[in-house]
């Protein structure tokens, strides 16, 4: 068992993950990692792995003819704290397919090659602190062993600077004020990323809360992590084994936390969560990795408009419910009727997709520590000056385009460090597209041209929304702490890979 950080808090959970090495253990280690990181060619980093809080190493495979992690369906859970370094190891035994190097970027190609993200962190996205080792940089990409790469005469691409052979190790260092809450991690390889997103390469991200942060009902809880895949719903272990759950069983009056991600890799709707019993008591408490102000109650309306429901999930979003089972055995369960009534809504919108969590309340009643205060702690990120802010605009176009040009690699905004703006972005098409942005959050403050009042529910921080058909979504943002250059593209991932891409710099 791993050991951990004092500083985190207590997870209420029936195990803990295995895969997550303390800091004392690597440094015991530190002989067997370095053997594993020998042999590199130009361009890798050595896993250098003594000063990081957390290590995790992702090996890339295939399994029953799909790309993995370790094997398994899923990548495992990492866990870190805010002040706390996390390295990540990636290597890629996929076999070589010599198909990197194309003149046309939006078509596929590095079926075989791959990179890492972290989905939503507020990390640097060039190098760590030192300069030594990868962050957040999906320019980055590991290719296989032994596979041919000479892009400059092609593409114009400088290989020393962008690929990484057969592995390479990445360091994030988690800055003190980071917020806590559910993160994702997966594949962002450009012309690859659906792919590799839907076969799995993909796993959650926790930043731990500071004990004491929340409220005690939700400290207490139970903890459960479910994945949404573009085919069913996981129930995530600490290893990265996942299973659909046929059955999943609550006692009477428990209580449980439900982080659940988003992480359809070619989806192009919104997900729903609908539990089996219709007397479960089921609140949203934070959204895309950041705590509401308070809670909200679940419930299964505006399917036909999807944006407009606080409990939706775009692919890419996260969402933390927290949910007490009846406190008697006899759980009712939807009726045929309504379940069926819900169907057609959903299939008559073709934006909505529910994804049916089968819940049996047995065993045992549980006396579990509970609240009728909405109240929770917040996100803790500094609002807004009621003043004017400089404005953008971009529009997500026909035929892939973002503002009618497909991706190609060049800076296309320029954004100044620490600066605030008001953004406004456009669907100027009949399908859904979904904005995410790298590295800094956003504060939604319109959906389709309706302002969002202090306390609406859906007025609060994201780093990836769904933008109404033919409509747009307005927000406040800032460009805090980091430099370099990143993306802004469509979490629809075939359209991300066929051009729905641009890239960014924030400059001092």
């Not at 590799?196 to 009902?217: C, F, H, K, N, T």
């Not at 207490?220 to 719903?233: H, L, N, P, Y």
Request: with cysteine.
């Amino acid at each position: 068992m791993a050991t951990r950080n004092p500083k985190r808090a207590h997870i209420n959970s029936t195990s803990m993950p295995n895969a997550i090495v303390s800091r004392r253990k690597l440094l015991l280690g530190s002989v067997s990692i370095a053997v594993l990181g020998g042999g590199f060619s130009f361009g890798a980093h050595r896993a250098v792995a003594g000063n990081a809080d957390a290590f995790y190493r992702l090996v890339v495979d295939n399994l029953d003819g799909r790309q993995v992690y370790n094997g398994k369906p899923l990548g495992p859970i990492m866990r870190v704290a805010a002040g706390e370094t996390l390295d990540v190891e990636l290597v890629n035994n996929l076999p070589p397919l010599h198909d990197d190097c194309t003149d046309n970027p939006n078509q596929p190609h590095g079926l075989n090659t791959t990179n890492f993200h972290t989905h939503g962190l507020h990390v640097s996205p060039t190098t760590d602190s030192t300069g030594e080792f990868d962050a957040d940089n999906i320019f980055v990409s590991v290719v296989p062993e032994g596979q041919i790469v000479s892009c400059e005469e092609i593409c114009g691409v400088d290989v020393k600077s962008h690929f990484r052979y057969g592995r390479n190790q990445f360091r994030f260092e988690i800055p003190e004020n980071h917020v806590s809450g559910t993160f994702w991690y997966h594949a962002h390889k450009h012309g690859s990323s659906a792919d590799q997103v839907s076969d799995g390469l993909a796993g959650p991200l926790i930043i731990d809360d500071v004990p004491g942060s929340m409220p005690e009902y939700i400290e207490q809880a139970v903890e459960k992590i479910f994945f949404i895949t573009s085919e069913e719903v996981l129930l995530v272990d600490q290893d990265g084994s996942a299973v659909a759950p046929s059955e999943f069983t609550m006692r009477p009056g428990e209580v449980q936390r439900w982080r659940v991600i988003n992480g359809s890799g070619n989806g192009a709707d919104y997900a729903f969560l609908r539990p089996s019993i219709s007397n479960l008591e089921m609140h949203l408490i934070a959204f895309d990795g950041l705590t509401l102000d308070k809670r909200v109650a679940v419930n299964l309306e505006n399917l036909e408009a999807p944006w407009f429901n606080p409990s939706a999930l775009a692919p890419g979003n996260r969402a933390d419910f927290i949910v007490r089972a009846p406190a008697v055995l006899d759980a009712t369960t939807i009726s045929t009727a309504v379940k069926s009534s819900l169907d057609d809504l959903a299939n008559d919108s073709n934006l909505a997709r529910f994804i049916d969590l089968p819940i049996t309340v047995a065993g045992s009643s549980v006396a579990a520590t509970w609240s009728d205060d909405d109240a929770l702690p917040g996100s803790g990120l500094v609002p807004f000056d009621d003043i004017e802010l400089p404005k953008r605009e971009l529009a997500f176009t026909r035929q892939r385009t973002i503002d009618l040009e497909a991706f190609d690699g060049e800076i296309e905004k320029t954004l100044q460090l620490n600066a605030a703006e008001d953004w406004t972005v456009f669907n100027r098409t009949q399908v859904l597209h979904v904005y995410h942005i790298h590295v800094n959050p956003y504060l939604i403050t319109e959906i389709d041209g309706e302002t969002l009042a202090v306390d609406s529910p859906l007025r609060r921080w994201q780093d990836t929304i769904g933008i109404p058909l033919t409509g747009s979504v307005a927000f406040k943002t800032r460009y805090e702490t980091f430099t370099g250059k990143f993306v802004i593209h469509c979490h629809v991932l075939p359209h991300e890979d066929q051009g729905m891409m641009q890239v960014v710099e924030v400059v001092a």
